[in-house]
Structures are given as structure tokens and as C-alpha cells.
């Protein structure tokens, strides 16, 4: 890839590649995921800029009731990548490592799959979803005691 050239992809996986992603990032369904994709060298080195948009309709669990939660996505990504053996300028002042990759290719499915991975509501909740109370939980709030209650009384005593 010469300096200031782009490759740009479009991807879209089969239904093995969705059925073994879904199980991957523990979702019920992954109905579609495709993602576009652009690589560029960075002018002046060795940096190669991914971005691109990932799209795709899934199903999570309730964090609640278990129930499938369907949500659609559609986001943007970027990430900088570096061959292997790369070492940042001392005098760098961006804080963000690069990605690292073998300097031959960069596998942009694993790429879109981690950031779909990071895209997923990590608390997916059902709308009619409802957290009851446990039994007896808060039934009498009189006989709930302070955890240092006793700490002053246990202080005055000699050892």
C-alpha cells in the first residue's frame, strides 16, 4: 500500500459467519452484519487509518426477564494499526497505542466483529420488563441497621 493510498471494502457475512458470531459475542440471533470498510496509510510511515460503519440487527437477552431484545445498528469506527515491532516517537503526545498486525494484512471481518462487539447495548432491557422487589426485603425499614452502628460503642471499650 503506497503512502496516501485507500483500499475500501464492503463485507457482509453468510449465515455460518453470523450463526458462530452470535454465539461468539453470546447473542440469540445476528439477522445481518456487514460492514464498509476503508484502509489508508498514514503519510509519512508505516500507520495504516481503518474506518468504516458497521450495520446489523440482532437480538440480546434481557437483562431482566431473559426476553430477546431486537436492535438495529448502524455506527462508525476508527482504529490505527502498525506492523508488528512498531515503537512510537518519545515525543508523541497521542495516548492511544496503535493496533498491531503482522505488516501484511489486516483481517477487516475480525476488525468489524470487534467493533460490532463494543456497539452492543451491554444492559439490553425488555420495555415491559419490571425488577419485583424480593420478599420481605424491605418490609420492616425500622429493623434495618447502620453497618457502623456499634463501631463507636466497640472503640470505648479497653482491649
Same mark, same amino acid.
Given at each position: 500500500?503506497?503512502?496516501?493510498?485507500?483500499?475500501?471494502?464492503?463485507?457482509? $457475512?453468510?449465515?455460518?459467519?453470523?450463526?458462530?458470531?452470535?454465539?461468539?459475542?453470546?447473542?440469540?440471533?445476528?439477522?445481518?452484519?456487514?460492514?464498509?470498510?476503508?484502509?489508508?496509510?498514514?503519510?509519512?510511515?508505516?500507520?495504516?487509518?481503518?474506518?468504516?460503519?458497521?450495520?446489523?440487527?440482532?437480538?440480546?437477552?434481557?437483562?431482566?426477564?431473559? $426476553?430477546?431484545?431486537?436492535?438495529?445498528? *448502524?455506527?462508525?469506527?476508527?482504529?490505527?494499526?502498525?506492523?508488528?515491532?512498531?515503537?512510537?516517537?518519545?515525543?508523541?503526545?497521542?495516548? *492511544?497505542?496503535?493496533?498491531?498486525? *503482522?505488516?501484511?494484512?489486516?483481517?477487516?471481518?475480525?476488525?468489524? $466483529?470487534?467493533?460490532?462487539?463494543?456497539?452492543?447495548?451491554?444492559?439490553?432491557? $425488555?420495555?415491559?420488563?419490571?425488577?419485583?422487589?424480593?420478599?420481605?426485603?424491605?418490609?420492616?425499614?425500622?429493623?434495618?441497621?447502620?453497618?457502623?452502628?456499634?463501631?463507636?460503642?466497640?472503640?470505648?471499650?479497653?482491649?
Amino acid at each position: 500500500m503506497d503512502p496516501g493510498s485507500e483500499i475500501s471494502r464492503e463485507i457482509e $457475512a453468510n449465515e455460518s459467519e453470523r450463526t458462530a458470531l452470535a454465539t461468539r459475542l453470546g447473542l440469540q440471533q445476528l439477522d445481518s452484519f456487514s460492514a464498509e470498510v476503508t484502509l489508508r496509510r498514514i503519510p509519512g510511515g508505516k500507520l495504516i487509518r481503518a474506518s468504516g460503519r458497521v450495520m446489523a440487527d440482532v437480538v440480546q437477552s434481557c437483562v431482566v426477564s431473559m $426476553a430477546p431484545v431486537s436492535a438495529h445498528i *448502524d455506527d462508525n469506527f476508527e482504529e490505527i494499526f502498525a506492523p508488528e515491532g512498531y515503537k512510537p516517537d518519545d515525543d508523541s503526545e497521542d495516548d *492511544d497505542l496503535p493496533e498491531y498486525f *503482522d505488516g501484511i494484512e489486516i483481517d477487516i471481518g475480525e476488525l468489524a $466483529a470487534q467493533f460490532l462487539s463494543l456497539m452492543l447495548d451491554p444492559y439490553p432491557r $425488555a420495555p415491559d420488563a419490571v425488577i419485583e422487589p424480593l420478599a420481605d426485603s424491605e418490609a420492616d425499614v425500622s429493623e434495618r441497621r447502620r453497618p457502623f452502628e456499634g463501631l463507636a460503642e466497640m472503640l470505648k471499650k479497653p482491649h
